[in-house]
């Protein structure tokens, strides 16, 4: 019973900075990949960073050199620090990572969490 616990959001002036966390819980044995999504209002959800195991990133166009993603596999936690923060940044954000229950998998399952907003005015 895994579970994904996003934290941090909030409302921001363009411009600003905000890190958002996220934790995951419950029955793991380790984790693979991690990574953020977003959804703006009207809009398909995106990708916005990943992080493997070994901390090798990749970033969306539009965040590229704003946004640091970035984990604690101790804390099995992974982050999201954003500055520069634009309008068109206001979405929820969406934590996501790729976990196995046990050492009897050989390939991880997905989990989400449930999204924290993100809110960006000018």
């Known amino acids: 019973q895994v579970q994904l616990v996003e934290s941090g959001g909030g409302l921001v002036q363009a411009g600003g900075s905000l890190k958002l966390s996220c934790a995951a819980s419950?029955?793991?044995?380790?984790?693979?990949?991690m990574g953020w999504y977003r959804q703006a209002p009207g809009k398909q959800r995106e990708l916005v960073a990943t992080?493997?195991?070994?901390?090798?990133?990749n970033y969306a166009d539009s965040v590229k050199g704003r946004f640091t993603i970035s984990r604690d596999n101790a804390k099995n936690t992974v982050y999201l620090q954003m500055n520069s923060l634009k309008s068109e940044d206001t979405a929820v954000y969406y934590c996501?990572?790729?976990?196995?229950?046990?050492?009897?998998?050989?390939?991880?399952?997905?989990?989400w969490g449930k999204g924290t907003l993100v809110t960006v005015s000018s």
């Open positions: 996501n990572a790729n976990i196995y229950p046990s050492s009897l998998y050989r390939r991880g399952i997905d989990y």
């Open positions: 992080i493997t195991s070994d901390s090798s990133t």
């Open positions: 419950g029955s793991i044995f380790s984790i693979n990949a």
